[in-house]
């Protein structure tokens, strides 16, 4: 194909509509049809990144293969899509910012006042069309995060309104909007879409494609009211209803043509029917599991579940693979004492500490490992997790009573977890962490390569500490094995336990590389030893 052409999904009435499926959803399905596609986020905070952000206000950080911490709906582009992202698939307000800022006190615009527009503006659509113009996609989604009518928005719609203009029929606007039903009148209501679609055009933007979500079955007759009031043709409305499982908003999506309707407002051809077979074994087997399997997810931010989200869905798809349901227990690391641990992890199948930062619920997670090991319970620890395991192992098994990280206590007797040695002199917060795929070496013999049945993968970090190499000799002599190295750092990546069933710590994020399409195998491996303990 020729010239790239670009799509907008934009969103009205409320938030948490769920642009970043919608958007993902139809990616799918142009990808299924043949077409090379990707999907980018425009995020309107003035944060660089979400980076600093504290997950209760934005959920979990995503981290790409190239080192870009980004909003989570990445984590939905890549796993709809099968592909990785990099830093170009998420621009903040702060990064447009500062590269304008940047460019001005360079004096690359030649004395000229700095202004939103055209300056701001010029500089999203430079972003925007970074990924089409590497010749590499056909079709690239843009995301605008927010709700049109939102201040920080604005330059967003506007940068729209001028694409629009300037693409022609290269470039389409899809709205997301709500229909809510209101239960005392048992009527469905248009007026919030009618009030959002109004605002775009305020702003210069017609939709060309409104997808509306509701809760029951809109009608045609609903439908051609949409269509009337908002300027779009009948065959252009969307109904989006509720479905059980995120996975199925594709098929829905393709129920509703959606793809057909994008393709021949872009002057596309359809192509081929959609291959999604390997989606519906997907679902069939996630819908119609032969066990259920409960594993409890250990962790401080646990009352918002979109600040483990990944490692939820990295559970979702092992589940499938092994043809069973995960049960997820939320546990508060905060509220778990060696009186209680026993209460509060029993009778699960599986016990996953999850990743964070700071000293807040770490007594809990230690006594969580510490039930895991001596229970013989399969666990897996994921990044601080590892880190966890490793406190644990030092202070109960090696009798290192004061055994800490140094991250909890600058003056640990045995600092078993360390500073990295490039970290020692970074004072700046934002993106200075070891961050991206970097290379791991499986030894054999061990759980890790049972799951990989590989001698070297490549996983994604984000840390600053480390397992400190001065006591390796003495953990690995009682018992605790390095089971994954760096080859270029020697850095430890992996622990295992080789008299327990299942038990492994992975410094990396193996939940940001699990797809629909390829569940990340330690979390087959993991789910996988989970039923084995259960049956037993």
């Not at 202004?115 to 010029?122: A, F, G, R």
């Not at 966890?388 to 098994?397: G, K, P, Q, Y």
């Not at 992975?506 to 039923?531: C, D, I, K, R």
Request: glycine share 8%.
């Amino acid at each position: 194909m020729g010239t790239t052409k670009y799509i907008f999904v934009t969103g009205g009435v409320t938030s948490s509509l769920g642009k970043g499926i919608l958007a993902s959803s139809l990616a799918k399905l142009l990808q299924a049809r043949g077409y090379s596609v990707t999907i980018q986020k425009l995020d309107p905070y003035i944060n660089v990144d979400p980076g600093t952000l504290n997950p209760y206000e934005h959920g979990e950080c995503y981290v790409t293969e190239d080192g870009a911490e980004t909003d989570l709906d990445l984590g939905h582009y890549e796993r709809f899509l099968n592909a990785p992202t990099s830093q170009g698939n998420n621009v903040t307000t702060g990064r447009i910012y500062q590269s304008v800022i940047n460019k001005e006190r360079r004096g690359d615009y030649l004395g000229k006042t700095v202004q939103i527009i055209p300056h701001i503006t010029d500089e999203i659509k430079r972003r925007i069309k970074i990924l089409g113009s590497k010749g590499k996609y056909d079709i690239v989604i843009t995301e605008i995060g927010g709700t049109v009518g939102d201040i920080e928005s604005l330059p967003y719609v506007e940068t729209v309104r001028q694409l629009k203009w300037e693409l022609g029929n290269d470039a389409l606007v899809v709205h997301l909007t709500l229909v809510p039903f209101l239960a005392a009148s048992g009527e469905l209501k248009t007026k919030p879409t009618q009030h959002s679609v109004k605002l775009l055009l305020e702003n210069g933007v017609q939709p060309d494609v409104l997808v509306l979500r509701t809760e029951h079955d809109l009608g045609l007759n609903i439908r051609r009211k949409v269509a009337l009031f908002c300027n779009v043709d009948i065959d252009s409305v969307v109904q989006s209803v509720d479905v059980p499982t995120i996975y199925d908003v594709p098929l829905k999506m393709r129920e509703q043509k959606l793809d057909q309707t994008v393709l021949r407002k872009l002057d596309l051809e359809e192509g081929k029917e959609p291959e999604l077979k390997a989606w519906n074994d997907f679902l069939s087997k996630l819908k119609n599991p032969k066990s259920e399997t409960e594993i409890a997810l250990v962790g401080k931010y646990v009352e918002l579940h979109d600040a483990y989200k990944s490692i939820t869905e990295a559970m979702i798809h092992a589940g499938a693979m092994n043809e069973t349901k995960v049960k997820v227990r939320w546990v508060h690391s905060e509220e778990v004492t060696a009186d209680n641990v026993a209460e509060k992890l029993g009778g699960v199948d599986g016990i996953l500490v999850a990743p964070g930062f700071g000293h807040r619920g770490i007594e809990g997670k230690i006594e969580a490992v510490k039930h895991a090991r001596e229970n013989k319970v399969p666990f897996l620890g994921i990044c601080l997790g590892m880190q966890i395991s490793v406190i644990e192992f030092a202070r109960n098994v090696l009798g290192l009573t004061n055994a800490n990280s140094v991250e909890m206590n600058e003056k640990a007797q045995y600092p078993v977890i360390d500073l990295m040695e490039a970290q020692k002199g970074v004072t700046e917060k934002g993106g200075t962490m070891r961050l991206g795929a970097y290379d791991c070496q499986v030894k054999k013999d061990t759980n890790l390569f049972g799951a990989y049945k590989a001698a070297e993968v490549k996983e994604r970090h984000r840390h600053r500490y480390e397992f400190n190499n001065d006591f390796l000799e003495q953990f690995e002599n009682a018992g605790m094995k390095a089971s994954g190295i760096n080859p270029d750092t020697g850095l430890v990546e992996a622990v295992e336990i080789a008299e327990h069933p299942w038990f492994v710590g992975v410094q990396f994020h193996p939940e940001y590389s699990s797809t629909v399409l390829n569940p990340h195998p330690l979390f087959v491996a993991f789910v996988g030893a989970a039923m084995s303990n259960k049956n037993n």
